[in-house]
């Protein structure tokens, strides 16, 4: 029983620094990543967002330990990528 518990706490620390989502600083501001659980403190609808591709690629791998997907889907799906261009001037 300590060996998987072990186990796990090893697996959760190692997930939370090797975490792929990045903060961005745009015009002075930095804008940090978030997820379903901080979308409301965190999302800034002037800025756009892009889903983290290695965050979904290590919750599907990692699913079966359960705190994998909910720390990369809960926290950290999404990443700023710039400012968002108004309708009118997109190309």
């Known amino acids: 029983m ?7 706490l090893a697996i959760a620390l190692s997930i939370q620094l090797a975490a792929c989502a990045k903060s961005k600083v745009i015009d002075g ?3 940090k990543p978030y997820g379903i659980f901080n ?3 965190h999302h800034n609808p002037n800025i756009e967002y892009e889903l983290v591709n290695g965050n979904i690629v290590w919750s ?3 699913f079966e330990t359960a705190i994998a997907p909910i720390y990369f889907i809960g926290w950290s799906i999404k990443q700023p990528v710039g400012k968002k261009v108004p309708e009118g001037q997109k190309h």
Do not use: D, G, N
Not at 2 to 8: D, E, M
């Open 2 to 8: 300590k060996r998987a518990a072990s186990i796990t």
């Open 29 to 31: 501001v930095e804008y």
């Open 39 to 41: 979308e409301e403190q």
């Open 60 to 62: 599907i791998i990692l």
